[in-house]
């Protein structure tokens, strides 16, 4: 495999190409089908010109803000997760194994119970020092000297670090009588997302994946070995704190906006590999793609497998996940 | 073996000492009264009562000491100062109850822990639901030995009732419709005729009239989930939310909501939703003001 | 041959454990909110309370202290063999996701089935084994691999995982329930030992009965599984009558334990752990002590948690993960 020079434009084009026009499919399905069917016709309307029916405001300010953070979901906790995987050199890593979702979820508990007055914004804040200190236990925790993070130890510190955290949510929450809002807000989804609140994940998200493309090269180097890196003359520290904060960023700010979605970080860089090979220059924009486009698929049939109740999509995405899980567990749990 | 002949020595001592325990004397005059699950004998004059779910309104109304009550009702606005000194009571923290030493306990048939509470002190449960809300009060009333009040409010509220039902008819129209809906969490519900939150004093006895696609969808029900999306085709003519204080409204804000009749008429009435599943009498009139209010004054 | 002194320091810490036992329990039943304090405890005892006393110890301490017992004891055991089988002292039915299993099959139960005790009862413990039982056999084979056989390590990491997944899981199929039944959910996966009365006690003890002695009956057998069959691993061979025997006693173990009290990890972590401190690696020695002192650290958690704050205090389950996990991370560091 190369480690220098251009990646091969044509096969990857190709693939990237059909994974965008994927996505934009994904995303016209999403628009279309829901609690009531909107026409085609409609959403085009919508999107593309000024006019007004109440069946375009429906999807201009109802649906169109709920699927594009869908999308943008989706697409930031898969890069994290495939940032995770090539950091950690470990196929099971995912942010919501590793104890960002529960310090996410602890520093929402303990903002309700101490704080009541932060608004959206200071909630979403919050959410990333959680995530941050989460993320933080587990690696500090689950490095030896020896060989940095072996894939066991950050399991089993992500377990424990899970467990820990949200034990302590769970004892500020009933001490504090504020155990219904946090999970409200954990178990939210991604109904109700407005403008507003889309006007600051975007930007953060989009800032999150240009950062990670930077170091792409990096990453490739180091997912193989931390001594080769080294080797290269690469700044290995550097480079995973620059890394982990963007995963800490990204993770983050989607826990904050839809709550815990597990196993798109885990799931989807997987498949963006195999599509594209190991190369991150390539795979982190193959993830990013796939995950909007499973997340996309994943909120449609939330909203219309038992119309009008909502199923919640991190259900649709857990019943994916555990067969997948195994799959992959078997096949690759320990590096090969 | 011998390792574990101590411990299940212990662990049997425990069976056997359990398995002795007394019953509850009971003192005080007491009637026989024919509840849900049968015959139960209940103080003739309850003087701490505790109310475990859902009808701490009702007992209040009629006068009975009231030393313990749920949390919802604590927390609805309508009892708040009324009920700011009473302990928190809950099904679930038995030695608290105990410790409250009443002599009566209301509870729904849902409750947990039924039996080690009926061994406290005579408990009497209700399933919400199974009669309509001026019987129920009725019921209560007779559980409490305060049937003739129960009787006189309810006759009362009654006259009133058409009396308002008819004085609003006259404003707004023969014709004119009414949707209630509830924001709660990330869900909006809209409701049909015997579901709290005001829908039997508007429907049931003040006749207002309710939109079809609620009749179609909520009636038989008695509620339905609704997409922000389709909500504009269930509101009709005046809209009524109940509003839980953490519910997402950001529905709100669309231009999709903006555009439903009711709303560019300023028809809309908003009352707190904590508190607004009740159907004691101090619920039911606060809600029959907010109403006479809301429709002879709205445009 | 085991050393007569070292016998003797074991039959010492039994004993001494069987008091620290019955004084936690006696502690844990003059505490509460009701008010039974501890000088009425022994003229209640003789039949001499008032009925609220009476009420009090014997309806609602009594039983929880019993159950909470019974289920630290059995989720001990179930840890013990776990460690020993995997040859990981990292292991722990709640990390390795057999909880999790067995909570699965507890909420699909629970959302068609009412709560209340009766005949279903007795089921409830046996549909938390089906589900337990499943999810370890799928990690098993997920971890099993032809040509290097069980790897432990390979265990422990699927089991840690499918734990967390496991749970998401649960938590999915909550929100499909009505609020009543998923609060209930909610309260079991934070180990709220909500099965606090003598029925729950009569359905988990022959579960106990059974398995506890099988177990101690077999402890010298764990000792040889632990130093490891190296060679009959590496060539493939099918896993032994024995192992297969003792992981299903513990996943039993763990099932019928937590089906009654709610997911609880990290007591059969530690209960193994500071039994062998006690008396050195023999099983025949260890086990019986890891069953006292595993039911002895539940009471404490249990009884520190439900006194801390109202209406029902915290979990037990929670405050076992508040001690627990931070000692598995001290473990882990430690390596």
């Known amino acids: 495999m190369k480690l220098t020079g251009r990646p091969r434009r044509a096969a990857f084009g190709w693939t990237m190409a059909a994974g965008l026009a994927v996505m934009a499919v994904m995303f016209a399905v999403s628009l279309v089908f829901g609690a009531k069917d909107v026409p085609l016709r409609d959403v085009w309307l919508a999107l593309f010109s000024g006019e007004t029916n109440e069946q375009i405001l429906v999807i201009r300010e109802i649906r169109l803000p709920r699927e594009l953070a869908a999308m943008v979901v989706g697409a930031a906790l898969a890069a994290a997760g495939a940032i995770m995987q090539g950091m950690t050199r470990n196929p099971l890593a995912d942010p919501g194994l590793l104890g960002i979702t529960a310090g996410a979820n602890l520093a929402l508990a303990v903002g309700f119970a101490f704080f009541p007055a932060l608004g959206y914004f200071g909630m979403t804040v919050a959410g990333w020092i959680g995530a941050a200190l989460g993320m933080l236990l587990v690696l500090g925790l689950g490095a030896s000297r020896r060989d940095g993070w072996s894939p066991l130890r950050l399991v089993l510190a992500g377990a424990a670090v899970t467990f820990f955290l949200y034990a302590l949510a769970e004892a500020i929450g009933i001490a504090f009588k504020v155990m219904k809002d946090v999970s409200m807000w954990t178990a939210g989804g991604i109904m109700g997302t407005t403008w507003r609140q889309l006007a600051v994940v975007v930007p953060v998200v989009a800032a999150g994946l240009t950062v990670a493309f930077l170091y792409a090269r990096q990453l490739t180097v180091l997912s193989l070995s931390e001594e080769v890196a080294a080797g290269l003359g690469q700044r290995t520290v550097l480079v995973k704190a620059a890394l982990s904060a963007v995963v800490i960023l990204l993770a983050g700010v989607s826990v904050a906006l839809v709550g815990s979605m597990a196993f798109i970080g885990l799931m989807v860089p997987h498949i963006a590999r195999a599509l594209v090979g190991t190369d991150y220059r390539r795979v982190l924009p193959m993830a990013a793609v796939a995950g909007a486009s499973l997340l996309l698929l994943a909120d449609t049939l939330a909203r219309t497998i038992s119309k009008p109740y909502e199923t919640p999509t991190a259900a649709i995405i857990a019943v994916l996940g555990i067969p997948f899980f195994l799959i992959i567990a078997r096949r690759g749990g320990q590096r090969s | ?299 | 041959m085991i050393p007569k002194a070292l016998l003797r320091k074991q039959r010492l810490w039994l004993f001494g454990l069987l008091g620290l036992i019955a004084a936690t329990a006696v502690i844990s039943m003059g505490l509460g909110y009701a008010s039974l304090s501890f000088d009425r405890l022994i003229p209640t005892f003789l039949g001499q309370g008032t009925f609220k006393e009476e009420f009090v110890l014997f309806s609602i301490r009594m039983p929880r202290i019993a159950i909470t017992l019974l289920a630290g004891m059995a989720l001990a055991l179930s840890g013990a063999i776990l460690q020993g089988v995997s040859r990981n002292e990292l292991a722990d039915p709640g990390i390795i996701g057999i909880n999790a299993g067995a909570g699965v099959a507890v909420t699909l139960y629970y959302l068609f089935f009412p709560i209340d005790a009766g005949l279903f009862l007795y089921l409830v413990p046996a549909i938390a084994f089906a589900g337990a039982l499943a999810a370890a056999i799928l990690i098993y084979l997920a971890a099993f691999r032809r040509g290097s056989g069980l790897h432990p390590l390979r265990l422990v990491l699927i089991g840690a995982g499918s734990s967390i997944a496991l749970n998401g899981l649960m938590i999915v199929l909550i929100s499909a329930a009505e609020p009543q039944k998923a609060d209930f959910i909610s309260k079991w996966r934070a180990g709220s030992v909500w099965g606090a009365d003598w029925p729950f006690i009569l359905a988990l003890l022959p579960w106990l009965i059974v398995l506890v002695p099988f177990v101690l009956y077999r402890a010298h057998r764990l000792n040889v599984l632990e130093l490891g069959e190296s060679e009959a691993i590496g060539i493939g061979v099918p896993i032994t009558r024995e192992r297969a025997a003792l992981l299903l006693a513990a996943v039993a173990l763990a099932a019928a334990a937590v089906s009654m009290t709610g997911s609880i990890a990290f007591v059969g972590l530690m209960a193994p752990h500071i039994a062998k401190r006690l008396v050195g690696p023999r099983h025949q020695l260890s086990l019986p002590i890891s069953v006292l002192v595993g039911g002895w650290l539940l009471l404490v958690a249990d009884t520190i948690g439900r006194n801390v704050a109202e209406p029902e205090g915290i979990a037990a389950g929670t405050m076992a993960a508040l001690i627990g996990a931070p000692y598995f991370l001290y473990l882990l560091i430690r390596r």
């Open chain 2, 1 to 299: 073996m011998r390792k574990l002949l101590f411990p299940a020595l212990l662990i049997l001592a425990l069976v056997v000492t359990a398995c002795g325990g007394n019953q509850k004397s009971s003192g005080g005059e007491t009637f026989t009264y024919e509840s849900e699950t049968g015959p139960v004998d209940v103080p003739k004059n309850p003087r701490r009562v505790v109310s475990l779910s859902g009808f701490t309104g009702n007992l209040m109304h009629l006068g009975v000491p009231v030393v313990g009550a749920d949390i919802w009702s604590k927390n609805a606005a309508q009892f708040a100062e009324k009920l700011k000194d009473v302990e928190e009571a809950s099904e679930e923290n038995l030695e608290k109850l105990i410790e409250l030493d009443p002599d009566l306990i209301i509870a729904l048939s849902t409750a947990k822990n039924l039996d080690k509470i009926g061994e406290i002190a005579p408990t009497v449960t209700y399933t919400w639901g199974a009669l309509d809300i001026f019987n129920m009060h009725i019921e209560i009333g007779k559980a409490v030995n305060k049937e003739k009040e129960a009787r006189e409010w309810v006759d009362n509220f009654r006259k009133r009732l058409e009396e308002a039902g008819a004085k609003i008819k006259a404003k707004i129209g023969e014709n004119a419709t009414v949707t209630v809906i509830e924001v709660y969490d990330k869900a909006i519900y809209v409701f049909g005729d015997n579901w709290a939150r005001g829908t039997e004093i508007l429907y049931q006895e003040m006749k207002l009239g309710m939109p079809e696609k609620v009749k179609e969808n909520a009636l038989e029900s008695g509620y339905y989930t609704l997409s922000p999306e389709v909500l504009p085709e269930f509101v009709g003519d005046y809209l009524i939310i109940s509003k839980y204080a953490n519910a997402d409204t950001s529905f709100q804000d669309t231009e999709t909501y903006k555009n439903i009749p009711a709303v560019k008429n300023g028809r809309v009435l908003e009352m707190t939703g904590e508190g607004a599943s009740f159907s004691d009498p101090f619920t039911l009139e606060m809600q029959l003001d907010l109403f006479e209010e809301f429709f002879l004054n709205s445009p």
